[in-house]
């Protein structure tokens, strides 16, 4: 199988690395140079392209699979917009309108859609409830990325995130230092972030359908940062409530709704697909970080 990765970061550069262990061809994308070489670097092709560019993008030769992992950078709800929705399009008409188009598209999608449920469960039949301008752009990207495909003979998946973790983006002293406010984390560790979407196309699964990639157990904030803390050796980071936070001055309303959202997410269709997690829970996922840290500290 080819797979184009759009948009091959953090989580696309594992993912390629998983399909060219498995004897697939995947072909990472990017906009930079430097992005380009650490494609390379992982062991597989790169292009330099821009998914927002259509003619950039005619760069990339046809596969069976399109991955749009591409990211806003952290950026506000315009920069979002270009990327998550002028972008998709953009990639699915100009990989659709060839004469040999991909079979499928998979697109990355957040848990941020479905904003705050008071810490109840949701999973892929929950209705939406973005809470920010940006998730909102995230939910009309999920509806784009299953309705537009079909148009060009293509069938979508929507691979929706939980918060990623992993090499390089433990947060260590976040969580150690504190403080640390309450709420629950939803999470899953990169190379599972990967090894989900990885498992969608080489099985073949989930077409036309939403799934949650995100670990066994999300996990109060409180309980996270004391464990993380006694596996390091270190004293318990000291807490705050949701309404103590808010008294900051310093928050954006972006901020504050963030703080007010709280949910559990749900890996129950990912797990009755067979996927088999290789971090089931941040006990696991965390056990290198925290080594490393309690090696470094002796």
């Not at 972008?87 to 060839?98: D, N, P, S």
């Not at 040999?100 to 209705?127: F, I, K, N």
């Not at 640390?180 to 990967?194: F, I, K, Q, S």
């Not at 309404?243 to 797990?271: Q, V």
Request: glycine residues 10%; aromatic residues 8%; hydrophobic residues 35%.
């Amino acid at each position: 199988m080819k797979v184009a990765i759009l948009g091959c970061g953090h989580v696309g550069l594992e993912l390629g690395r998983q399909l060219a262990a498995r004897g697939h061809e995947p072909i990472g994308v990017r906009r930079s140079a430097d992005g380009v070489e650490r494609i390379e670097d992982a062991g597989f092709e790169g292009i330099r392209a821009d998914v927002t560019d259509r003619e950039a993008l005619s760069a990339v030769p046809d596969v069976d699979a399109v991955v749009f992992a591409a990211s806003s950078g952290g950026r506000g709800a315009e920069a979002a917009r270009e990327v998550y929705v002028e972008g998709l399009q953009t990639a699915i008409e100009a990989f659709g309108e060839r004469e040999a188009p991909p079979d499928r598209l998979v697109y990355t999608s957040s848990t941020g859609v479905h904003g705050d449920h008071d810490g109840d469960w949701v999973d892929e039949e929950t209705p939406l409830e973005p809470t920010t301008e940006k998730t909102e752009v995230l939910a009309e990207a999920e509806r784009i990325a299953l309705e537009l495909p079909p148009e060009y003979g293509v069938e979508g998946t929507v691979a929706r995130y939980a918060g990623l973790y992993g090499p390089g983006r433990y947060r260590l002293e976040r969580y150690l230092e504190g403080p640390v406010t309450e709420g629950y984390l939803n999470m899953v560790h990169r190379d599972d972030a990967a090894g989900a979407v990885r498992y969608l196309l080489t099985d073949d699964l989930a077409r036309g359908e939403v799934v949650q990639i995100v670990d066994d157990e999300p996990a109060s904030k409180w309980t996270f940062a004391d464990w993380l803390a006694d596996e390091c050796g270190v004293d318990r980071p000291p807490k705050r409530t949701k309404a103590e936070r808010l008294e900051d001055d310093d928050l954006s309303e972006a901020s504050r709704r963030r703080i007010l959202t709280s949910k559990r997410c749900s890996n129950g269709k990912l797990r009755d697909l067979g996927y088999e997690f290789a971090y089931p829970t941040f006990r696991e996922g965390y056990r290198d970080a925290i080594d490393r840290y309690r090696g470094t500290e002796k």
